[in-house]
């Protein structure tokens, strides 16, 4: 698990960027705060157009810095999607469990981020208020269904409590660590053979762990 403890004046080997994606109203900025400052506000009001939090934290010994963007979900800010999206390196497309609506517009949310984001961008779905068990509209299998017909990471969490919200964002900055790295390893590689490197030409990339027999992929205990 990586090292949450970094030194202010500790030098920055990665900066990764992962944008929140969803309806609005679905927890993405409460996601954001409890991650990034351990914090949840019951008063939280719409985002209003785009904000980032940044977060530094060890992983493999090396000191990475995620730069999390958290964007309005209403239609009338729409407007920003492609300078959003730019140099993405992994998303969370985040539903509410209790509303049904939020779910099924996650296959819109999906295909922005494919039309906008990197081929080899890093997707997570996420069930966020999983507090709301009681007022469950969506059924687990119905996201698991989704995420592995569509090849994503899938968790539950709950800003309100705290439930995987950490391992939520950690999973998703390891994986991306796993491919940079290699990548980075690579390439260097080929310079010293004087080759070049098809990872770095958008070849799709397979992650570590990923089921092969499904393509599913799935953390955090879900």
Known sequence: ???????????????????????????????????????????SKATIGV????????????????QIWDTAGQERYRAVTSAYYRGAVGA????????????????????????????????????NKSDLGSLRAVPVEDAKEFAQKENLFFVETSALDATNVESAFLSILTEIYGI????????NDEHESGGNSSLLRGTQ???????AESGRRSCCGT
């Open 180 to 187: 940079v790295s290699k990548k980075a390893l690579i390439a």
């Open 1 to 43: 698990m990586p090292n949450m403890q970094v030194n202010l004046n500790q030098k920055i080997d990665y900066v990764f960027k992962i944008v929140l994606v969803g309806d609005s109203a679905v927890g993405k900025s409460q996601l954001l705060a409890r991650f990034a400052r351990n914090e949840f506000n019951i008063d």
């Open 51 to 66: 904000e980032f939090q940044t977060k530094t934290l060890f992983i493999d010994h090396k000191t990475v810095k995620a």
């Open 205 to 211: 990339i397979v992650i570590p762990g990923q089921e």
């Open 92 to 127: 969370m497309l985040v539903y509410d469990i209790s509303k049904r609506q939020s779910f099924d517009h996650a296959a819109k949310w999906l295909e922005e981020l494919r039309e906008h984001a990197d081929g080899n961008i890093i997707i997570m779905l996420v069930g």
